[in-house]
T-cell receptor, first 116, second 112 residues
Framework: AQKVTQAQTEISVVEKEDVTLDCVYETRDTTYYLFWYKQPPSGELVFLIR????DEQNEISGRYSWNFQKSTSSFNFTITASQVVDSAVYFCALSGFMDSNYQLIWGAGTKLIIKP | ETGVTQSPTHLIKTRGQQVTLRCSSQ?????VSWYQQALGQGPQFIFQ???????GRGNFPPRFSGLQFPNYSSELNVNALELDDSALYLC???????????FGQGTRLTVV
């Protein structure tokens, strides 16, 4: 089965705290991509990162970092020193074939609330 | 480079009517996908177009149809609108089927 699970429905932290958003996936594909998108209240899905299944290197981009562990099928996202502007819904997604279609398979999203 | 743009941004329609949503793909992208996102949920795949042909379809009825034009822009048409069609409709483009996927700002459709 192709599936993405974001077990955290909502997380609330105080500004400047670090926060990790969890993403666990299931796939039978040997080659796939994993994505994280941010969706602020305006609705647009903002691309954050794409990771190839063969590239298990962790990545850091400013305050954002991603930990990809193929052994546990996880692709977790950490925000360091969170800011109010980080408040949004964050989606993890997997590219793959499902129902005979190549598509993005989405997690349910994690709503992140950063309090001042 | 220009990103993915969608029009209109907001739309209110009456049940039973028809609607057309438009999407201009990012420059250099030949693949366009459409997603429906109901409030509080993740996006659901509607269909994908690659080089002007439908290249995959999700679990949506035939009253959801689409087109892709030679310049790779795309339309999503929904006939016989139902109240449950109220959602954010997102267009995504990529340079090839498994390429980097960029989304537009979405069209928020309300059916009353």
């Amino acid at each position: 089965a192709q599936k993405v699970t974001q077990a955290q429905t909502e997380i609330s932290v105080v500004e400047k705290e670090d926060v990790t958003l969890d993403c666990v996936y299931e796939t039978r594909d040997t080659t796939y991509y994993l994505f994280w998108y941010k969706q602020p209240p305006s609705g647009e899905l903002v691309f954050l990162i794409r990771r190839n299944s063969f590239d298990e290197q962790n990545e850091i981009s400013g305050r954002y970092s991603w930990n990809f562990q193929k052994s546990t099928s996880s692709f977790n996202f950490t925000i360091t020193a969170s800011q109010v502007v980080d408040s949004a819904v964050y989606f993890c997604a997997l590219s793959g074939f499902m129902d005979s279609n190549y598509q993005l398979i989405w997690g349910a999203g994690t709503k992140l609330i950063i309090k001042p | 480079e220009t990103g993915v743009t969608q029009s209109p941004t907001h739309l209110i329609k009456t049940r039973g009517q028809q609607v057309t949503l438009r999407c201009s793909s990012q420059s250099g992208h030949n693949t366009v996908s459409w997603y429906q996102q109901a409030l509080g949920q993740g996006p659901q795949f509607i269909f994908q177009y690659y080089r002007e042909e439908e290249n995959g379809r999700g679990n949506f009825p035939p009253r959801f149809s689409g087109l892709q034009f030679p310049n790779y822009s795309s339309e999503l048409n929904v006939n016989a609108l139902e109240l449950d069609d109220s959602a954010l409709y997102l267009c995504a483009s990529s340079p090839y089927r498994q390429g980097l996927i960029r989304f537009g700002q979405g069209t928020r459709l309300t059916v009353v």
